[in-house]
């Protein structure tokens, strides 16, 4: 019995050139390196430039997921992107990407699902692959949160940051097996009744202003571990893998404590598990695949390895991925 699978034939990623150290901030808010190491394990993130757009940021990661993938747009038919900061209330910043590559067929369209966006841009793919309305795509996350940072608030400003990140997905058939490569489970969740927990305090049809990020950190702290190890096992339990057969935990970078109390939860090594956050703050969307391309351009992610991919933000969406290599 064989099987058509959404394979990951490159990942890339791009980070805009200023980085915004902890000691910076403390210069703006009260707040120091100390405690927001202590408290996230972030040291420094990354902030575009005036002018440079959440499209911007995408186009050159697409443009290296592509370079990886050996692949032109010519070869792609459907770009998702994940992203709760568009260029624009609409179109969707994915049709300025389609534009920049020079793609002039196929379809392109923006998804959000904040933190989550990634995992379930992801699924969204693999799901139009695996029907057969798509061939190859472009799964890209890609963020600016500093544009709807409250600068003055120390409670979130600290913890986020700009980047993006893309992989290539293509529908090869495979045997149909555990060991086959590509997406192999997929699980995605959502709660409105916690939208209040994490959001933005403005919007088109709300407010017709963009808003600044709100949140009580507290709370999304308590429910993170339960929400996403809870996903990870309905993960495992469809497919019969356990923590044990993981070579790679990528989970979404908000917070140190947050990513190593989950690994922790689930018996996965901390050696398994790959960090950015030190280093790129929470790029709510773009975390994942950003992790993604880090860890497999420095050679630790390899093909055949089995990845579990997970994350939780706003709304609250969660999920988790099982994807090998
Ligand atoms: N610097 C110094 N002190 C601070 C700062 C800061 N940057 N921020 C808050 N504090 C203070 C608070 O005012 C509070 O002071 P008080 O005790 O006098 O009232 C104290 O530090 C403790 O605050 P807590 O909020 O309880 O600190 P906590 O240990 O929970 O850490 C944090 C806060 C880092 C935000 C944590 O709760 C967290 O990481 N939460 C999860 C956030 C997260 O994952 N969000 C992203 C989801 S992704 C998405 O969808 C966008």
Redesign the pocket.
Known sequence: MSAIRSVVLGSGGYLPERVMTNGELSGM????DE??TQ??GIRERRIAADGELTSDLGIEAARSALAKANMTADDIDLIVLATATPDNTFPAAAVSIQEALGMRHGAAFDLQA???GFLFALSTADSLIRSGQARRALVIGAETFSRILDWTD??TC??FGDGAGAVVLSGESQPGWRTDRGILSAHLRSDGRFKEK?YVDGGPSATGTVGH?R?E??E??KH?VSMVSDVIEDAFEATGFTAADIDWFVP?Q??V??IDATAKKLGIPLEKVVRTVDRHG?T?AASIPLALWEASKDGRIKRGDLLLLES???GFTWGAVLLRW
């Open positions: 808010v009260d707040t120091s405690w927001i408290r996230t904040v933190c989550s120390r409670g600290v913890l994490l990020l949140m950190g507290r999304v702290f993170a979404h908000a917070n404590r947050i929470n709510s939780m933000g706003g």
